[in-house]
């Protein structure tokens, strides 16, 4: 897998550095993780900062173009960083937060009022 970077901007506003990238030499599309650990090693960068927004490829060819961001501290990465990349991001570098247990709401039996029904004397059956 050969990286070429095509772009990269920093971004101070949102404290992160944006990368887009080529990806040459795939025989098949790689996985999400095997993309971003590669990344990672070749350019020097802290795993547990860098997402990976989105990977394209178009079909018949085998390249790819992957869209990294790249932040200056975890802090910012969590503040700012979509919910469904920052998933991703937990379940690549095993950082996922597990769901709190909820407890069971006590069902408090809630006393019906009883409904009383009312008959107008123009609705009332007339007895001859």
């Given at each position: 897998m050969k990286f070429?970077?095509?772009?990269?901007?920093?971004n101070r506003l949102l404290n992160r550095k944006q990368f887009l990238?080529?990806?040459t030499d795939v025989s098949v599309t790689p996985k999400r993780q095997d993309v971003w650990k590669a990344f990672s090693v070749k350019q020097?960068?802290?795993?547990?900062?860098?997402?990976?927004?989105?990977?394209?490829?178009?079909?018949?060819?085998?390249?790819?173009?992957?869209?990294?961001?790249?932040y200056d501290d975890e802090a910012s990465l969590k503040r700012i960083e979509l919910k469904s990349n920052l998933k991703n991001w937990q379940k690549l570098t095993g950082k996922e937060e597990k769901p709190k247990e909820e407890k069971p709401k006590?069902?408090?039996?809630?006393?019906?009022?009883?409904?009383?029904?009312?008959?107008?004397?123009?609705?009332?059956?007339e007895a001859k």
């Open positions: 070429e970077i095509l772009k990269e901007e920093d990238v080529k990806v020097g960068l802290d795993e547990n900062k860098l997402v990976v927004d989105k990977i394209e490829n178009q079909t018949g060819l085998r390249d790819l173009t992957v869209y990294f961001k790249y006590e069902e408090k039996e809630e006393e019906k009022p009883e409904i009383k029904k009312v008959v107008k004397k123009e609705d009332a059956p």
